[in-house]
Nanobody, 123 residues
Framework: QVQLVESGGGLVQAGGSLRLSCAAS????????MGWFRQSPGKERELVAA???????YYADSVKGRFTISRDNAQNTVYLQMNSLKPEDTAVYLCAADRNFGVQISQYEYDYWGQGTQVTVSS
C-alpha cells in the first residue's frame, strides 16, 4: 500500500505561484508513475501533469509552459510547481500513483490517491 499526502495549496492572486508537494509513505515511489490531477465542481477529473519512473513527462495543453512536475525519489516526494496561475486553475489538486510502466492519461489507471489540496486563484 502507498499512502499519499498533498500539501501546498492555498489562495493566490492571478499571476502568482504555488508549489504543491505529494509525500508518500508505505513504499518507495521509484517505480511508480506519478500524476497530478485536478477536479472542480461539475467538471471531470483531469490529468494536469505526470512523470514516469523512467522520466517520461506529460502536461495538459492548458498548463504547458506554466506548470512543472518533478520528483525526488530520495525524499519519496513529487512536486508540482505552478506559475502564472489563472482563475481557471482553481480546483482540488490530487496526487496519484500508477504501478504500470509509462504515463497513463486516464484516472482509472492509477492505483493510489491522496485526499487532495485546494488551490484557489482569485482574479
Amino acid at each position: 500500500q502507498v499512502q499519499l499526502v498533498e500539501s501546498g495549496g492555498g489562495l493566490v492572486q492571478a499571476g502568482g505561484s504555488l508549489r504543491l508537494s505529494c509525500a508518500a509513505s508505505g513504499r518507495t515511489l521509484n517505480w511508480y508513475t506519478m500524476g497530478w490531477f485536478r477536479q472542480s465542481p461539475g467538471k471531470e477529473r483531469e490529468l494536469v501533469a505526470a512523470i514516469g519512473w523512467s522520466g517520461g513527462l506529460y502536461y495538459a495543453d492548458s498548463v504547458k509552459g506554466r506548470f512543472t512536475i518533478s520528483r525526488d525519489n530520495a525524499q519519496n516526494t513529487v512536486y508540482l510547481q505552478m506559475n502564472s496561475l489563472k482563475p481557471e486553475d482553481t480546483a482540488v489538486y490530487l496526487c496519484a500513483a500508477d504501478r504500470n510502466f509509462g504515463v497513463q492519461i486516464s484516472q482509472y489507471e492509477y492505483d493510489y490517491w491522496g485526499q487532495g489540496t485546494q488551490v484557489t486563484v482569485s482574479s
